[in-house]
T-cell receptor, first 112, second 110 residues
């Protein structure tokens, strides 16, 4: 499985935008870029995913580099409830599914 | 929609006891997964099933067995529990649009 690299932790002030980076230099042409987050004492939850184009949904935006070797999850206005561990994962590189392995993720701390 | 349902939510076992963690999904997903998460750590893949009838080892399969009973259900069995298996266990299912997780089973082996 292709691997991803994320910073261990980041801090943000409440109400400010947050840009969470992810490097995936070994991404294959058919890998989707997925982001999940895990709130304290909960299971991970889906945030957003993309293949080549930038994506927006109600939770966040995903900016994908033109060469697809990196991506950035954007939270437009961080709230205290966004404090969580954010995971960037490459998924569904082949039609049979793949292992869906999680790295260490980025722990986002939001200051009031 | 129930999504992914895991049972039980909590369990305490004595060393050497066996148990089966149950997982069911109602989203018609082909792929299902079992993870463990130790305190302060990330998720580690134990086993996965890319489709009904197939199972494969993940990163930490030792001490566990799985059964993909049908498309909906994927169970995880501990044959002889050890204190090192104390952890929170998550089941998940996925398709191209994303993966969905259960609420977890908190297992303590004493």
């Amino acid at each position: 499985d292709a691997k991803t690299t994320q910073p261990n932790s980041m801090e943000s002030n409440e109400e400010e935008p947050v840009h969470l980076p992810c490097n995936h230099s070994t991404i294959s042409g058919t890998d989707y870029i997925h982001w999940y987050r895990q709130l304290p004492s909960q299971g991970p939850e889906y945030v957003i995913h993309g293949l080549t184009s930038n994506v927006n949904n109600r939770m966040a935006s995903l900016a994908i580099a033109e060469d697809r070797k990196s991506s950035t999850l954007i939270l437009h206005r961080a709230t205290l409830r966004d404090a969580a561990v954010y995971y960037c994962i490459l998924h569904w590189g082949n039609n049979a599914g793949n292992m869906l392995t999680f790295g260490g993720g980025t722990r986002l701390m939001v200051k009031p | 929609n129930a999504g992914v349902t895991q049972t039980p939510k909590f369990q305490v076992l004595k060393t050497g006891q066996s148990m089966t963690l149950q997982c069911a999904q109602d989203m018609n997903h082909n792929s299902m997964y079992w993870y463990r998460q130790d305190p302060g750590m990330g998720l580690r893949l134990i086993y996965y099933s890319a489709s009904e009838g197939t199972t494969d080892k993940g990163e930490v399969p030792n001490g566990y067995n799985v059964s993909r009973l049908n498309k909906r259900e994927f169970s995880l069995r501990l044959e002889s529990a050890a204190p090192s298996q104390t952890s929170v266990y998550f089941c998940a299912s996925s398709d191209r649009l994303g993966a969905f997780f259960g609420q977890g089973t908190r297992l303590t082996v004493v």
